[in-house]
Structure formats: C-alpha cells, structure tokens
Nanobody, 125 residues
C-alpha cells in the first residue's frame, strides 16, 4: 500500500512562491495519477492540479493556471507543486492524493484512493 507525505508548506507573503512535495513510500506511483487538492477553512476541498505518472498529461484548476506547475521527480518518487504569484485566497491545507481516475474524473476527489495528511500554506502580509 502506498503512503503519501506532503511537505514544503509555510507562511509566504502575497506574490511569493512555494514548492510543495508529495513523496511516496511503500511502492512507486506506477500507472496511477497524482493530484493536489486544497481545503480552506469553512470551504469544501477543491481540485488544484494533477498528472498521470506514467502516461503523462497534466490538469489544472482555472484558478491556478499560469501560476502553479505540477511535475514529477522520478528519481525521488515524488510529485512537486511549484506555486508562484501566491494570493491570499490560496491559503489552505494542501493535500496530495493518488488513484486511478479516468480522464473525466481527474478533478474529482472521490476518484483518488490514497491521501496524505496535508501541509498548511498561508499567504499573508
């Protein structure tokens, strides 16, 4: 069974950058997809970005397109989320998840079976 561990969260000023990491242990990502979701206080969990580890392809929420980049580090068996031009509204707990969604469900949390514990990102001046 795969275990996921997020890291890299923290406090950053508006306009700043952070890079989150989602490291897998127990097995490799294989033919799974890996996604980032986030949940702000009082709000539902929302999709941020995803990729297919073996087949390629990336997906982004409209709210982060052009600012966030999801990528894979094969050597370290981890997925990175580079976040630039951060805004106060990006403040949330960020979770990584893995599973086998079909193309139409890449942004659906129920399509992912394994989740990390989350890492807090706070954007504030």
């Amino acid at each position: 069974q795969i275990q996921l561990a997020e890291s890299g969260g923290g406090l950053v000023q508006p306009g700043g950058s952070l890079t989150l990491s989602c490291a897998a242990s127990g097995r490799t990502f294989g033919d799974f997809a890996v996604a980032w979701f986030r949940q702000a206080p009082g709000k539902e969990r929302e999709f941020v970005a995803s990729l297919r580890w073996s087949m390629g392809g990336t997906w982004y929420a409209d709210s982060v397109k052009g600012r966030y980049t999801i990528s894979k580090d094969r050597a370290a068996n981890r997925v990175l989320l580079q976040m630039n031009s951060l805004q106060v509204d990006d403040t949330a707990v960020y979770y990584c998840a893995t599973g086998r969604p079909i193309a139409s469900t890449m942004a659906t949390s129920r399509a992912y079976s394994s989740w990390g514990q989350g890492t807090q990102v706070t954007v504030s001046s």
